[in-house]
């Protein structure tokens, strides 16, 4: 759309992109927090290449990348190599979220700015990359997966979690 002129579409389906995006990371972040919980407890954990830097596209998620290029170094074994790298996914997924919102609403404001697309783009891109580098994770967990882990495992995702209530202060007097 926005190749074709029609930037006022375009500026309305980045709006419901940024919805979207956001219901897929409040479900995303908690899954992967619950495969590293998960992978404290199976015998055998799989074993987990780095994030690389080079896959993404953004700073802040090519600093993630190296971060964990660094940690994968410094960890020996398996389980904090697979659990490192699934907190680091689960972080940037948050940040990249929150990203791809503020690049929305840039683009809202000013739907020509082409350097406001090309940054909702690169969020773009690597939120894609790293919801991939989650599934090849996932796989490879549910390879490892004691099958008598699996009902627990299974009722952990689908259960909804519990949401912490922020309570604010008022200005109502008691």
């Known amino acids: 759309m926005r190749a074709s002129g029609e930037l006022v579409c375009a500026s309305q389906q980045v709006s419901v992109s940024a919805a979207l995006l956001t219901r897929l990371s409040a479900s995303l972040v908690p899954f992967c927090e619950s495969l590293a919980s998960r992978g404290r407890f199976i015998k055998h954990i799989p074993s987990v290449e780095p994030l690389n830097p080079d896959f ?29 790298k699934l907190r680091i996914l689960s972080s940037t997924l948050q940040r990249l979220d929150h990203e791809f919102s503020k ?50 495992f299974t009722t952990e995702v689908e259960s909804p979690r519990p949401r912490r209530l922020r309570l604010r202060p008022t200005r109502v007097s008691a």
């Open 56 to 84: 993404f596209r953004s700073q802040m998620a090519q600093s993630a990348a190296a971060w964990n290029e660094i940690l994968h170094c410094v960890a020996f074994g398996s389980r904090p190599r697979f659990v490192h």
């Open 103 to 152: 690049a929305a609403v840039d683009v809202a404001r000013a739907p020509g700015a082409s350097s406001c697309w090309k940054a909702l783009d690169q969020v773009h891109y690597d939120f894609n990359t790293c919801l991939r580098e989650t599934e090849v994770v996932l796989k490879s967990f549910l390879r490892a997966l004691p099958i008598e882990h699996l009902a627990g």
